[in-house]
């Protein structure tokens, strides 16, 4: 079932990966972070396109990992210190974040799952925001009051670059997990999960199992994800990290570049944030707007994003609920 | 629209965004780079920081045709952009600033985007004075050219426990409440740790979510368990929705307190005659006795802002514009704009203008004796400054009527 | 005790203007089949109308809640024809989500640039009084804001039960297809629907606009409360999300006054995760029966 990696994509991945590192030499600090953002949103939307493109649950409250991971990992270097200095300190913190996004997850996976479609959404949605209410609330989790993370940037090397070469090492994980499961019995239970969960279910298909797995894992990296953003703040309260744009942004991607596909969130990213954070970068007030604008036109028009617009994949069919 | 309208439009946009800046004119200029949220959920404040900078480069530029330093006119420039009061944003759009070699950063309103972003231009060796950010975290971590305007958000309520301490009868208990976000968190934590230092008791400390609906519940609470005086750290309309519930529930306190609402004119159209006798604070008032260099007297200050802006004046705009005023000063007394100079200049600062006396502390936050706020009192339908005694314009009047006598 | 009754008697009252502020939510839901994610910018919307009825003209917002319905419903009618309807035809259910909201962004953006970004409130001229029975006091701006909810919800029930829209609206919710063999132009049907829910949301926000602070950024705020009204009594009924309204309101009072203020967001939305486990139909389930 596995195919062997197209001789084509691996030089090409290879000469992708080869211009990331050699980028910031000829860059200014400003377009490095524009491109250390790019990756993070990337990452993000990639994280969250395998369990809302792949299996076809669409979690509406992924910025709930996010912050569960930024936080985690500040209270746990407040409490116990990175170990170390420098990048050496980022390591547990940051583990810790993942781990705890990740367990959460676990914890509510078994139920949360058994919704479908909009309900899940929502539930997703109502827990991001219960996440966000209790940092900020409870007193103990210093949401309000904000929670700080040491600088980790190694000494002689501007922060910028720093993060933009960890997100880029971040982004490119997730892709690799995301192509590798693609390619593996993981990935065609998702598929099947999606198309028709009940019959994979009669089929014998360990749905649950599955689903599960893919929950978990979209949250660890997110929540790893999360953890490296709080440390490029350095400072930050709940709604630093807690930001319904993320939850949203995510979608987003993977909507306009190909939802489902490996490649669609990066693309999604690049093109929606070359749009903001470039072109429109004066017009702040009305970014809202276009990408809203933005949102409603590609599913009006591209109901299944570019990557499948431009018809190198099977036209995705909309999916019914409970199937006509 | 059809595709080729569309593109035509686009391309526009496209040119028209990636033009070149136009040359700057002969004339010299001193840039101000900065952000500051003019969306957003720090907007309404930031936006009142903003037209505080605008006033004070309009007056400069226009009244006094540019400032002269050094044996050279220079006229003032600002270049700020909105951060949309994200912190990421506001780091990314600094940091381009900073590559474009602006020296000298005005502060974005709020602890959350004025610490990421004076953490780069304090790497990059540049100079922050802001007039935002009050929490600890900027000022406790080591820089040298930050700068603030304001005491640190734990020095903040000294000169309010000295009032309490004067009043007579002298206050013993208050109760606190506030909202669960980095400012109106830091000044209760403030509020509460002064009033434990001078022996008054708190009741009780109540957080309140960031959107604030209904108070009735709290207010039984008050209720039942009733303090000398009730403190508010919330935001402009949780202040208005407070007194409106207080009023209705028959809540009666010997005294109102709230840092936040009271200073707009919102405020006393709403309430009418039931504001007298609610207390606040301000760190400057149009009829503070300040004068000096630069703009004249407070008094002055505001008249030339009514002249000019719509947005209703209030101290966030006197804040902005004293630290433009102290970058002025201190190149002045430098006699240049070298980085290094200026910022020394800053430290050493020591005068007086249209917002009072003028001096930093070694850790750059605003001397907490001299720049700390004033309280204030509606009273007879004015805000009166009612301490510290030295720029006082009435007593305070304590204990307040029940609502029901002031409607 | 009287602290019991004085939370219960809050939460009562609260819940009222939460029943009136989801109805319309739960009518696109039952009817249509979408979720609406625009309908709390539709209640802010009306919040600021009202508004500026109220500072310009001086119409007081209870009085003004008939010319805002009418031009929120001008617009939602337009608004459903128009993009909902080519979204729902053209991709999935949870893509009619994502659509909703995108234009709630665009709207919540408009919004805001056009009136700003502060914190706005209206105070009516019986803003301070409040009305005592035995210990327990009740401000007149809520009596009045339960009051004009529970003339709307009711005028609402009677209109679905009694008039021939109301029958053609729940024909058209039980069986589509069916409905529109007996003739009825269903996709005017949906467009007047939705043309009524967003009225409905307006009406609310007016009323809301009395009895608490709002801003364009609130509108999150009010679109999950439906949600989770909708959730807790049930789908496309004005007596499913009475029930629910009040369910949440109570909740809302007694989480407020006996766990803490800053609370009470986290217990809704807890409350909205846990009836989504357990019976997502809500108490008193769909009010057409299984139809999709």
């Known amino acids: 079932m596995t195919r062997p990696a197209h001789p084509l994509a691996v030089f090409a991945a290879l000469v992708a990966a080869v211009a990331v590192a050699l980028a910031p030499e000829a860059l200014g600090p400003f377009h490095i972070r524009v491109l250390q953002f790019f990756f993070f949103s990337a990452a993000l939307a990639t994280a969250w396109n395998l369990l809302g493109g792949y299996a076809g649950y669409w979690s509406f409250g992924h910025m709930a990992f996010i912050g569960i991971g930024a936080f985690a990992a500040a209270h746990y270097a407040m409490a116990f210190g990175g170990g170390g200095a420098g990048p050496a300190s980022m390591i547990a913190p940051v583990a810790v974040g993942a781990l705890s996004a990740g367990g959460v997850a676990l914890v509510i996976a078994y139920p949360l799952l058994r919704l479908r479609g909009i309900y899940f959404a929502i539930a997703m949605l109502g827990v991001s925001q219960i996440a966000a209410e209790l940092t900020n609330n409870v007193g103990a989790l210093k949401g309000g009051i904000g929670v700080f993370l040491p600088s980790p940037t190694p000494a002689g090397m501007p922060p910028e670059r720093f993060f933009y070469y960890l997100f880029a090492v971040l982004l490119g994980l997730c892709l690799l997990i995301a192509w590798a499961i693609r390619r593996t019995r993981f990935g065609y239970a998702l598929l099947a999960i999606r198309e028709d969960e009940d019959t994979a279910m009669m089929l014998g298909v360990a749905t649950e199992r599955w689903k599960i797995a893919a929950f978990v894992l979209s949250a660890t990296l997110t929540g790893t994800a999360g953890a490296i953003y709080g440390y490029s703040l350095g400072y930050f309260t709940t709604y630093s990290v807690f930001r319904l744009d993320f939850s949203l942004n995510m979608i987003v991607f993977c909507l306009i570049g190909g939802i489902g596909t490996l490649w669609g969130p990066t693309i999604g990213a690049a093109l929606l944030l070359f749009l903001t954070q470039v072109l429109l970068s004066r017009f702040l007030d009305v970014h809202l707007m276009i990408t809203g604008a933005l949102v409603v036109a590609t599913v009006l028009l591209m109901p299944g994003g570019i990557l499948r617009a431009v018809g190198e994949l099977p036209r995705l069919r909309p999916k019914r609920e409970g199937g006509t | ?407 | 005790m009287d602290l019991f009754l004085q939370t219960a008697l809050n939460g009562l009252v609260l819940g009222g203007i939460f029943s009136l502020a989801a109805v319309g939510f739960s009518l696109i839901f039952g009817v249509i089949g979408i979720v609406n994610l625009t309908h709390g910018v539709f209640v802010v919307a009306g919040a600021y109308l009202a508004l500026v009825l109220h500072d310009s003209f001086g119409i007081d917002p209870l009085i003004g809640v008939l010319p805002i319905g009418a031009v929120l419903f001008a617009v939602g009618y337009a608004y459903q024809r128009t993009i909902i309807h080519w979204a729902v035809s053209r991709a999935s259910v949870e893509a009619s989500l994502v659509v909703t909201f995108g234009m709630a962004m665009v709207f919540r953006n408009l919004l805001q640039l056009w009136f700003g970004p502060d914190v706005q409130a209206i105070t009516p001229s019986y803003g301070f009084q409040s009305v005592a029975i035995g210990e327990i006091r009740i401000d007149v701006v809520r009596l009045a804001a339960l009051g004009a909810s529970m003339v709307i919800l009711l005028a609402l029930a009677l209109m679905l039960a009694r008039t021939h829209f109301g029958r053609a609206m729940r024909a058209v919710a039980q069986q589509p297809l069916a409905a529109s063999l007996c003739g009825l132009d269903v996709r005017r049907i949906f467009g007047l629907t939705f043309g009524m829910s967003a009225a409905l949301a307006g009406a609310s926000g007016a009323i809301i606009g009395i009895v608490q602070p709002f801003s364009a950024a609130t509108e999150v705020a009010w679109t999950l409360n439906a949600f989770v009204v909708v959730v807790l009594g049930g789908i496309g009924s004005p007596a499913g999300a009475l029930i629910g309204g009040l369910l949440l309101g109570l909740i809302n009072a007694f989480t407020a006054q006996y766990v803490g203020p800053a609370l009470t967001q986290a217990m809704m939305f807890l409350v909205l995760v846990g009836m989504l486990l357990l019976r997502p139909q809500g108490i008193l389930g769909a009010a057409y029966g299984e139809t999709r």
């Not at chain 2, 708190?202 to 009735?216: M, N, Q, T």
């Not at chain 2, 202040?239 to 207080?246: E, G, K, V, W, Y």
């Not at chain 2, 030339?304 to 005023?325: K, N, P, Q």
Request: aromatic fraction near 8%; hydrophobic fraction near 40%.
């Open chain 2, 1 to 407: 629209m059809d595709r080729r309208t569309l593109l035509k439009t686009g391309a526009a946009a496209g040119a028209l965004l990636a033009a070149p800046r136009l040359a700057r004119a002969e004339a010299k200029t001193i840039t101000f780079g900065g952000s500051v949220p003019m969306t957003g959920k720090a907007a309404e404040t930031g936006l009142n920081v903003l037209r505080g900078y605008e006033t004070a480069v309009k007056f400069v530029n226009e009244e006094m045709g540019g400032v002269e330093i050094g044996g050279e006119t220079y006229a003032l420039e600002l270049q700020l952009f909105d951060d949309a009061s994200d912190p990421t944003r506001a780091a990314t759009l600094i940091q381009r600033q900073v590559d474009e070699g602006i020296g000298f950063f005005l502060g974005s309103f709020g602890s959350a985007i004025v610490l990421p972003t004076c953490s780069i231009t304090e790497a990059a060796g540049r100079i922050m004075v802001q007039a935002g950010g009050g929490s600890d975290l900027i000022f406790t971590q080591g820089r040298r050219r930050v700068f603030g305007v304001f005491p640190r958000a734990s020095r903040q309520f000294v000169s309010s426990v000295n009032m309490f301490e004067a009043l007579e009868p002298p206050v013993k208990t208050v109760s606190i409440i506030h909202t669960n976000d980095p400012f109106s968190q830091f000044q209760a934590d403030g509020a509460r740790q002064s009033c434990a230092a001078a022996g008054i008791e708190v009741l009780d400390f109540i957080a309140l979510p960031a959107e604030v609906s209904d108070v009735s519940n709290v207010l039984s609470t008050i209720r039942a368990n009733t303090p000398d005086v009730l403190i508010c750290t919330t935001h402009d309309q949780t202040s208005i929705l407070i007194a409106r519930q207080m009023i209705s529930s028959r809540t009666n306190v010997p005294m109102l307190y709230q840092t936040l609402g009271p200073q707009t004119e919102a405020y006393r159209k709403t309430l009418g005659g039931y504001a007298d006798g609610v207390v606040t604070q301000t760190y400057w008032d149009e009829e503070a006795p300040f004068s000096g260099d630069w703009f004249g007297s407070a008094g002055d200050f505001a008249a030339y802002y009514r002249a000019h802006f719509d947005r209703e004046l209030a101290y966030h705009m006197a804040s902005g514009a004293v630290c433009i005023v102290s970058y002025l000063q201190a190149a002045r007394n430098a006699g240049s704009l070298e980085l290094d100079a200026v910022r020394d200049a800053l430290a050493a600062l020591d005068f007086r203008c249209f917002y009072g006396p003028v001096r930093f502390t070694e850790d750059g936050d605003g001397d907490a004796a001299l720049m700390g706020p004033k309280l204030m009192q509606h009273q007879d339908g004015e805000l009166k400054i009612v301490s510290p005694p030295e720029s006082a314009a009435a007593e305070p009047i304590h204990p307040a009527p029940p609502w029901r006598e002031r409607a």
